[in-house]
């Protein structure tokens, strides 16, 4: 085979073969195939397009590329959850100990956070204690015991991936839908899913600011799912406003047991009850959509959810005493209002920026390097769609350290657009692709 067939092939809109794809993939992997050759090949793909066939082998070509996490040693179907990312989104440390509740396994791989978007792991950090750090054994063993454990990223799950979206990342080639389909999903799939939800955002906080193209990374992300036989689902949701009120690590702890408590933000509350509903049921362990939201709700009410969160904190060395006294959880030595200029109507809050606010605070990081302060970040107090007076508190800054607080005012002033008109809510859920 030759690499530069392969690509004229591709640059011609011909479709490659499972070999031709794996060959791509292995000997760019192995540093056989330059970055040259692969970033033609992915200007290609980005002006040609791929089949959902395509699609697929490539998916299970980096999924392969390194090691692939085995969970045949926990009982039941492993269902994953992935958000393609977001601001102030707490939904898997609601969503974890919840299905746990109610039978289902957890068992997740995590990241941290870049940029704007915040990380699982670093907000579960704020605990005292907490450890992802574990054996794989110790990963299985945990999830059968509890029915939940979180483990951070190993090094060489996807290599394929990883060099390739560095590339892509250089060459203008992220924005294809086939290339990131893939590239989320071969983690997924190397992270051991037997079944995967998926909650594709949309709006100004998310990576598909577009509707139209969540949609359509949804539909690639499922399609992949059929090929390769991990049934996949997938919600599009609202990403045009921060989710929740928090957006920050120790304070996204709070809402989160909030939320497990049944006094969390609405939005919250109820994308959470959407993706776990369609966790359950792609567990097997539950007949209807309607059967499995009410065990849901259930495990809210009778307190099984939040013990769960206990159970799970515990069992990874946390404080489980700070779960019950969340006062307990790091605290900024201020918190420092923020009084809205106008008065009027909320018309909209830019999501992306609210994230960066809070990782000029020190709740997240601008390169992978960067400590965070798991104290710091922003309790937004107004929604669109919310009227506001002149003086009124928009927000509340938690600070540690104060030179970049003037900026952020400004800025997360700047985020919030009032305006003396009505706006009505973003639908939540757009969709649900199956
Ligand atoms: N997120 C990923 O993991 N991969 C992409 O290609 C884009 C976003
Ligand atoms: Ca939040």
Not at 51 to 65: I, V
Not at 220 to 244: F, Y
Request: charged share 25%; net charge negative; hydrophobic share 40%.
């Amino acid at each position: 085979m030759s690499t530069v067939e392969l690509i004229r092939k591709k640059r011609d809109g011909g479709t490659l073969t499972t070999e031709e794809i794996h060959y791509l993939i292995q000997g760019y992997t192995k540093g056989n195939i330059p970055d040259y050759q692969m970033a033609a090949w992915a200007m290609a793909v980005f002006y040609r397009g791929m089949s959902d066939k395509e699609t697929a082998d490539l998916t299970m070509a980096m999924a392969q590329s390194g090691e692939q996490v085995d969970l045949s040693m926990i009982e039941g179907i492993k269902v994953d959850k992935h958000s393609t990312g977001g601001v102030g989104d707490t939904t898997t440390l609601v969503l974890g100990p919840l299905v746990a509740a109610a039978g289902v396994p957890v068992a997740k791989l995590s990241g941290r956070g870049l940029g704007h978007t915040g990380g699982t792991i670093d907000k579960l950090e704020s605990i005292r204690g907490f450890s992802t750090e574990m054996e794989i054994s110790e990963f299985t063993r945990l999830v059968n015991k509890s029915k939940i454990a979180v483990m951070g990223q190993t090094a060489d799950l996807t290599p394929a991936d990883k060099k390739l979206y560095a590339l892509r990342d250089v060459t203008a080639t992220v924005d294809s839908i086939p290339l990131i389909a893939s590239s989320i999903m071969s983690k997924k799939i190397a992270a051991g899913a037997d079944a995967i939800v998926l909650d594709v955002k949309t709006g100004d906080g998310a990576f598909m600011k577009d509707e139209e193209d969540a949609i359509r990374l949804a539909q690639a992300m499922v399609a992949i799912g059929k090929h390769v036989d991990r049934t996949t689902v997938a919600v599009v949701s609202d990403m045009s406003q921060p989710l929740g009120f928090a957006v920050g690590n120790a304070i996204e702890v709070k809402e989160a047991i909030d939320t497990l408590k049944g006094e969390g933000p609405a939005d919250l509350t109820e994308l959470s009850l959407v993706l776990g509903t369609q966790m359950l049921l792609l567990s097997g362990k539950y007949g209807s959509p309607e059967d499995a939201r009410q065990t849901l709700e259930q495990c809210i009410r009778d307190g099984s959810a939040l013990e769960k969160l206990k159970e799970f904190i515990a069992g990874q060395h946390g404080d489980p005493a700070q779960i019950e006294h969340p006062e307990r959880l790091p605290q900024p030595k201020e918190k420092i209002p923020v009084p809205a200029e106008t008065e009027g109507i909320v018309q909209a809050i830019q999501a992306e920026e609210v994230g960066l606010c809070a990782m000029k605070l020190g709740a997240g990081r601008a390169t992978k390097e960067d400590p965070i302060d798991h104290a710091v970040g922003i309790i937004l107090h107004k929604k669109i769609g919310d009227p506001v007076k002149k003086g009124e508190t928009l927000a509340t800054l938690y600070v540690n350290q104060t030179t970049a607080l003037e900026e952020v005012k400004k800025r997360l002033i700047r985020a919030i657009h009032i305006q003396n008109r009505p706006a009505s809510p973003p639908a939540l859920i757009r969709c649900l692709v199956t």
